[in-house]
């Protein structure tokens, strides 16, 4: 069973996908070997992966146990070994009960809530007011003013403010990428803002929407949005999802007006106890 397989299997069970993009992309990149990270664990029984965990260089944890070898302490045990080695943080995509109880009986507690929000039907797309943007489809010339833009926009957010060159060849490579679904904010002949939508087995989603600081609060992000949905909608997409932070209040006010409701949560845990190799110093 190679790694891809098993995270499919996981979402298939569970309805939400254990491991983010990165660790997608790393399992892919990496069938058979051991994928570029920080932390990288399989478990096995056989040919069969029963468990696995695994973390980007600068990233929190993921981990899953296989449906057919769940409460056999497998996610206890791993955990355990990870604490041992030092992690202090682990995603738990959708928040499952599962996650939750691990995360009470382990002295996990909460830190960070990544919010999905979804819009449904096929209802008209809101008209933003006029904007001092044109908004234009992508023109691969266009790369390095968009990661300029998206490294200023994000430059607090722990994941999206590192996209480098190489991290988004490697998402326009992936089979669900669509120049024409990604949305670029001219002003003056300068890049200000893209939209960047993604459409994966039917479901559309807001990939990411993002405003150059000096050009907020001008209602760019509002007509990318719509530009961004409208594209969606003449490519038949009715459902489209996006993820927030639940304490983006702004943003959080922006995707409601347009319809977007909550449909499930990602939550950072962190552990606050001391790693084994602090109590020893202690």
């Known amino acids: 069973m190679k790694l891809a397989e098993f995270a499919t299997a996981v979402r298939a069970h569970d309805g939400v996908d254990a491991f983010n993009e990165e660790s997608r992309l790393a399992f892919a990149a990496s069938p058979v070997g051991r994928p570029p990270g920080r932390v990288h664990t399989v478990v096995m029984e056989g040919d069969t992966i029963v468990a696995a965990a695994h973390a980007g260089d600068d990233a929190p944890v993921e981990f899953a146990v296989h449906p057919a070898h769940r409460r056999r302490g497998h996610a206890t045990a791993l955990l355990d070994e990870l604490l041992g080695r030092g992690e202090r943080m682990y995603w738990a995509h959708g928040d499952l009960e599962g996650a939750r109880a691990l995360a009470a009986t ?10 999905r929000l979804r819009r449904t039907g096929s209802e008209p797309v809101p008209s933003p007011s006029p ?3 044109d908004i234009r489809p ?15 926009a994000f430059a ?6 590192s996209l480098d060159v190489a991290g988004f060849e490697a998402r326009a490579e992936a089979a669900w990428f669509d120049p024409a679904g990604l949305l670029i904010a001219e002003r003056a002949g ?5 939209h960047w939508t993604k459409v994966e087995n039917g479901i559309g989603e807001v990939y990411v929407l993002g405003v150059d600081p000096q050009a907020q609060g001008l209602g760019i992000a509002k007509s990318l949005l719509a530009a961004g949905l409208a594209h969606l909608r003449d490519r038949g997409v009715a459902d489209v999802d996006l993820y927030v932070e639940a304490d983006n209040s702004s943003a959080i006010a922006l995707y409601t007006g347009f319809g977007f ?13 001391p790693a084994t190799a602090d109590r020893d110093r202690a």
Request: glycine residues 10%.
């Open 106 to 115: 382990t002295g996990l507690e909460p830190a960070r809530t990544l919010l």
């Open 131 to 133: 904007t001092p943007a």
């Open 138 to 152: 992508f023109h691969p010339t266009d790369v390095l003013a968009l990661l300029a833009v998206n490294g200023r």
């Open 156 to 161: 607090g957010h722990p994941e999206q403010g």
């Open 190 to 194: 300068q890049v200000v803002g893209f």
């Open 261 to 273: 409701t909550e449909e499930a949560r990602d939550v950072l845990y962190v552990s606050t106890t």
